[in-house]
């Protein structure tokens, strides 16, 4: 390689470097900030952490309890991800495998509800949670994930290129029912499909803000997202700010594991919903 | 004879069971999905205060949205954040694009680059917000530490509080959630390219420019239409953000001089503060059926180019 090249290299190089550098340095930040007392934050900037994180944990808990909320936010994301997971797996099964009338309407219906933006339902929605007298409560958090168009659309297409009808001949031919079938034999072969979109689809629901504001009144009922903007109402900012810190690291943290560990999946559902065949 | 019929009842009874399989799909996808989007359209012609039952207004919510200077000032808002936002956005997630598939400079450690890039995306937008509105704090605020340490500037820049920098504070917030999504599609893209192409490229002599500009971006096209209409739809909901990033309390008329107020904070100010809900639906309606003549004409204009 010629030296102009490799110079020009060394160069993208440190740019890409510097780019990622500021995709994690708020959250570098964050973390030491969260161990340092706020006339010490107010004063100077530094990546050193300080010796405050347990002053700002009791001040912190003081005035509120994020376990609480981080208890809330699993108590809704781990249901709405497993209903999904399930609903669109067999959903996206029939309409793949079976030949049965109205599944091309179907599949025109999904279509057109993944291109309509959310805002259009969300006063007919609050309408319906009140109607059917659900306001404050979390089942129209969850109930709603046994339908996820997305999910369908997704899985239909990943049966379509991984299951083979003759597998399923065979096992009819044992004489096996269509749904031990399906739990038996086609689930384990989804698997993969169903990971990568139960992991977005398990982020989705824990970042949720808007839904939750909403319909959620009671203090204690609260999700991690609701929460952490009631610090808002923390008014001494000076005093508090490592405390308001770490109340955001702790509602980070979780996320940055989870990825740690599934960024493959979490990448390829992204590449996967731009290259629709 | 008998055989063929038998095998032929067994084959209709197989498929039917499908019914069962997507049934529940088919009720929660009614009641949640499709019933609220007709709800919506119902109340958006109806005077209806969240309470008793909605009166007929006929279109006057309608005509009260489009006499309203404060629905067409915040969608020009929510246009100049979006506007800002996707041009840093997909020219970073571009130039990305462009560098990690040159042939010449083979560059490296796409996987890790990429994962390091798409963390913003992962973070709740309360939790970014709220990260953002403490660093930027003018007095308090981090960044103004580093900058006034670097000597970039001797004072400190009220980031969040002035209308000069406010609705650009978002853009860039977007940009830099956002880039690293939109970066992984393009790269997708790219690496669904047969191989091919490129090599025969190679064999006729063609630069890396060449073989960009006639291989490249051409085959890119149809997903950079995906990628610009999805931040569109979602872009212009933009709500999160602006919402929790101003004044002292979130939702307070997005302060400084309504310059962060998005039409959705606007539908929910309607929709779930003063209870107007009849116009709330109407605002929603509007400005659904605005994105939807942007996306024809986007489909129109970049789906036409490609023949």
């Not at chain 1, 405050?52 to 809704?76: C, H, M, P, Q, T």
């Not at chain 1, 384990?188 to 982020?203: C, D, E, L, Q, R």
């Not at chain 2, 994105?291 to 986007?298: A, T």
Request: proline content about 4%; charged content about 10%.
């Amino acid at each position: 390689m010629a030296m102009a090249t490799k110079i020009k290299r060394g160069i993208i190089y440190v740019c890409l470097i510097l780019l990622g550098i500021m995709c994690f340095l708020p959250f570098l930040l964050m973390i030491v900030n969260a161990t340092r007392s706020g006339v010490e934050i107010t004063h100077s900037f530094t990546l050193i952490p300080g010796r405050n994180l347990k002053e700002n944990w009791i001040a912190l808990f003081d005035y509120v309890n994020l376990f609480r909320g981080f208890g809330n936010s699993l108590i809704v994301a781990i249901p709405a991800t497993i209903l999904t997971a399930y609903f669109s797996s067999i959903t996206a099964y029939a309409m793949a495998v079976y030949r049965f009338k109205g599944s091309a309407w179907l599949f025109k219906i999904i279509v057109v509800f993944m291109m309509i933006p959310a805002q259009l339902s969300l006063i007919g929605f609050y309408n319906l949670c009140q109607k059917l007298h659900m306001v404050d409560s979390y089942l129209p958090l969850i109930l709603p994930a046994i339908a996820s168009p997305g999910t369908v659309f997704f899985l239909r297409q990943y049966v379509q290129a991984t299951l083979s009808k003759a597998l399923l001949e065979a096992a009819r031919i044992d004489g096996a029912g269509e749904l031990h079938i399906f739990h038996r034999i086609v689930l384990p072969i989804m698997a993969p499909g169903i990971a990568t979109m139960s992991i977005g689809g398990f982020i989705g629901n824990w970042n949720n803000y808007l839904v939750p504001l909403i319909l959620l009144n009671t203090p204690d009922k609260m999700t991690l997202p609701v929460m952490i903007t009631t610090l808002n109402a923390a008014t001494d900012l000076q005093k508090n700010q490592g405390a308001i810190y770490l109340g955001v690291a702790i509602s980070v943290v979780p996320i940055l594991i989870v990825f740690c560990f599934c960024s493959k999946y979490i990448i390829s559902s992204i590449s996967a919903g731009s290259v629709k065949e | 004879m008998a055989k063929t019929s038998a095998v032929k009842t067994k084959k209709r009874d197989i498929n039917r069971i499908a019914y069962l399989f997507v049934l529940p799909f088919i009720i929660v996808f009614l009641v949640f999905s499709v019933y609220p989007v007709l709800r919506t359209f119902y109340l958006s012609f109806m005077n209806y205060k969240g309470y008793g039952d909605p009166t007929w207004a006929g279109l006057d919510n309608y005509v009260r949205v489009v006499k309203d200077k404060f629905f067409w000032r915040d969608l020009l808002n929510t246009i100049k954040i979006w506007g800002v936002n996707i041009i840093l956005q997909l020219g970073l997630a571009f130039l990305l694009t462009v560098i990690f598939s040159d042939i010449k400079y083979k560059i490296r450690g796409l996987a890790v680059f990429r994962a390091v890039y798409y963390l913003p995306n992962l973070i709740a937008a309360t939790s970014v917000a709220f990260l953002f509105k403490t660093l930027l704090d003018w007095k308090y605020g981090s960044f103004n530490q580093i900058l006034m340490g670097l000597g970039i500037t001797q004072q400190q820049v009220n980031w969040l509080g002035s209308t000069a920098t406010a609705p650009y504070v978002i853009s860039v917030l977007g940009a830099w959630m956002w880039f690293g999504n939109s970066f992984i599609m393009l790269m997708a893209g790219v690496q669904g390219i047969p191989k091919d192409y490129f090599e025969a490229a190679a064999i006729d002599g063609a630069g890396r420019w060449k073989v960009f500009a006639k291989i490249t971006l051409p085959l890119l096209r149809p997903i950079m239409l995906y990628v610009f209409v999805t931040s569109l739809i979602g872009g212009l909901q933009l709500f999160d953000l602006p919402f929790l990033m101003n004044g002292a309390a979130p939702g307070t008329a997005g302060e400084p001089a309504g310059s962060l107020q998005t039409v959705v904070m606007y539908l929910y100010k309607f929709g779930f503060e003063t209870h107007q809900v009849g116009y709330a639906s109407a605002i929603a309606y509007t400005l659904f059926f605005i994105i939807l003549i942007v996306s024809i004409i986007q489909f129109k204009t970049i789906g036409k180019e490609e023949d």
